[in-house]
């Protein structure tokens, strides 16, 4: 049974991947917002670089990040890829944010989930995944953000079906797990598909979960 195998892998999952210490504290959603925009399509050591210089330059508020240079904003976040895009998207969000939310994210974050869902999906270079992290991370909201990893693993074990798109994997697998453990799946599948889960050739041989996992050593 499907439920049964999700439970036995979150407790191996558990048992052999600790958590970040930041994932216990609840971090600042204007923050999370811009470091999740820095971090699409980049390596999380660039994003940390990225993030790290533009914090150095600016305070990482709507009103200042509004009125920022953009060419400032450019050079700070040059490190993660695609900086003259990132850099206008951090910019207009940041102006959004300030214009029509009074400068704060709390406007959006004191809505029921699905509203707040959809309204961080207005914002320009939110979507899906931006908003799940914003939301769990940020607002303690019950939701799955699904990244590459998460899916890739999701789908090898068979926890979301194999063709599904985002909201397929997402809604799988907070069907299979109980949504104050959503933040910890999240962080533990990502591990796993970094360290054995592999997209290409994974380590299946030494899988510390293999026993549960119907592609075990499939060519995938
Ligand atoms: S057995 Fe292979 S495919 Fe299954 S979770 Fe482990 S590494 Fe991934």
Redesign the pocket.
Known sequence: MVEKRADAVLKVLQQIYSMPKWSGARRNAFETLIATIISQNTSDRNTARAFERLSNRFEIKPEVLANAEISQIEEAVRAAGLYRNKAKTIKAVSKIILDKFHGSMQPILSLPFEESRKTLMTLPGVGPKTADVVLLFSAAQPTIPVDTHVKR?AQ??GFAPATGNYEDVRSSLQALYNPQDYLTVHVLLIA?GRR??KAKR???KQ?P??MY?P????M?
């Open positions: 693993v090898r074990l796993h054995y889960c994974p380590l299946c899988c979960i293999s996992c592609s075990k050593g499939m995938i």
